[in-house]
């Protein structure tokens, strides 16, 4: 590979507050497979979560952010200019989900609201740009989100996995933060490894093709270029965060970039939860940030179909042991479980035609 | 309710914000612009912590138009630790598990939506505070 340059703002940038959303209902993959392949074949995951019949990205974006905003205390609404929702489920076709969460954390009216777009890494990209726009000083705070109720064919191998949940940072000065930026490094191409068209209900992808060119390739290049520009390797990480379609792909991944089991085990919540889509990696990072301590360094990168992974190195400072508890916890979130089967879940995402 | 009068109430719905009365510091929701204790004119805003309990309920299974994809729902008078009452579905539990008294605490859910085309209406609903390991 050529040389790269990381990514780093002209001020240092760092993460102020955070928080996680995880709704109630879950759909084990059993339920899955009794439905769709009389109950035989391996399932990819534990179980789902679903949202309930009132919940979408916007309620999910929203608990995330308060989460985030009690985390970092007492911070002044009017300071918040961005707030940037990453998702593939926004509510609507043509009306910002941002605005909406804006309005109803006070940040509006004197702030950026934008929804960002590119599959799961939608929650990366906003927070990428969050940094930068902390980072130039163009804002004292900017809010990235991401969050998803993602869509599956009924029946096809996503079914199993497509989750809804949100994560949500406060991105701020690194001197208020309880974990900082150190660099980040993002890489993209045009590989079509997972789409919907619009209009459409259902994403389409290429199956195997969904593997080696587009998860692993973006992923590894993400996380080696970074590693290999700042110096560090896996043994300088407490602990990882690989996007997570499944189980097996962030566990392979880890392996061949010489992560350990016990490196990834903090932040792998799908077996749980499935995938969360926008907020996959960034709520493994909650859980991460629910049980890290001072002076430990993070890896986060993000996988988005389409595709690209941004790659994230943070350190964790001495403010996380006093906000940590002033939210819920990510596991909080887990623990609250009902389990749910198909026909109540195929009503709660509004599959049964009404008229 | 009209596109003009859904937008008129989003601060009440989104941040449960009511106003406080300066002359006799009275707390009111939802906002009404004038003290119910002392009729003096009450416009400051205050914002509610979201935290109260439930006062009584019932549960709702013949709904009225516009809530039908809901139902069964629970409805709860809740009673606010400010002080105000407030009536409002309950969410993330079920009818059986609800009980007179039960803490519960704010949530911002869709509360409707006009059809597949129309706005969708954003609201305060109260859930069962939730289980906490820590903190």
């Known amino acids: ?355 | 309710m009209t596109l003009a009068g859904t937008w008129r109430l989003r601060h009440q719905r989104y941040q449960l914000q009511g106003e406080v009365c300066e002359k006799c510091g009275s707390l009111i929701f939802p906002p009404r612009d004038v003290c119910p204790e002392c009729e003096a004119p009450a416009k400051t805003p205050y914002t509610f912590s979201g935290r109260g309990e439930v006062y009584s309920y019932t549960t709702v299974y013949h709904p009225p138009a516009g809530f039908e994809e809901d139902a069964p729902y629970t409805v709860a008078l809740v009673r606010l630790e400010e002080g105000p009452m407030v009536t409002a579905q309950l969410t993330d539990v079920d009818a059986e598990q609800v009980e007179i008294g039960m803490p519960v605490e704010m949530v911002t859910r869709r509360i409707s939506a006009e059809g597949e085309e129309g706005i969708i209406t954003y609201g305060y609903k109260f859930r069962p505070v939730l289980r906490r390991t820590r903190g």
Request: with cysteine.
């Open chain 1, 1 to 355: 590979m050529s040389e790269v340059e990381v990514l780093k703002p002209d001020r240092p940038v760092g993460i102020v507050g955070y928080g996680a959303y995880v709704p109630r209902y879950r759909l084990p993959a059993e339920e899955v497979a009794r439905v769709w392949s009389g109950g035989h074949g391996r399932t990819p995951i534990t179980e789902k979560s679903v949202p309930g019949l009132d919940e979408d990205t916007v309620t999910i974006a929203l608990e995330a952010a308060r989460n985030a905003l009690a985390r970092a205390g007492d911070v002044d609404r009017a300071q918040i200019r961005a707030v940037w929702v990453g998702s593939e489920s926004h509510p609507y076709a043509v009306k910002p989900t941002s605005t909406i969460v804006a309005e109803a954390i006070g940040a509006t009216p004197a702030t950026q609201a934008g929804d960002w777009e590119f599959a799961c890494k939608a929650g990366t990209e906003a927070f990428q740009a969050a940094v930068g726009f902390v980072g130039s000083g163009m804002a004292r705070y900017a809010f990235a989100i991401g969050a998803d109720t993602a869509q599956a064919r009924p029946g096809d191998a996503l079914d199993y996995t497509a989750a809804a949940g949100g994560a949500a940072y406060l991105l701020g000065p690194a001197d208020e933060s309880l974990a900082v930026i150190e660099a980040s490094y993002s890489y993209v191409t045009d590989t079509p490894d997972f789409w919907r068209r619009a209009h459409q209900h259902y994403p389409s992808h290429g199956g195997r093709f969904t593997g080696q060119p587009a998860y692993f390739h973006h992923i590894t290049n993400a996380a080696r270029g970074l590693m290999e520009a700042m110096g560090t390797r896996p043994e300088d990480y407490t602990y990882a965060v690989f996007h997570q379609p499944n189980l097996k792909f962030p566990r392979t991944v880890a392996r061949r970039l010489g992560f350990t089991p016990e490196q990834i085990a903090p932040g792998l919540l799908v077996d749980r939860i499935g995938n969360t889509y926008a907020a996959s990696s960034l709520i493994g990072l909650t859980a991460v940030l629910d049980q890290a301590r001072p002076g430990d360094r993070i890896l986060l990168v993000s996988f988005g179909s389409g595709a690209g992974s941004d790659a994230i190195s943070l350190r964790v400072t001495d403010a996380i042991d006093e906000r940590r508890d002033r939210a819920p916890r990510t596991e909080d979130y887990i623990a609250r479980r009902k389990p749910i089967d198909y026909a109540t879940y195929a009503r709660q995402r509004r599959l049964y035609v009404m008229k």
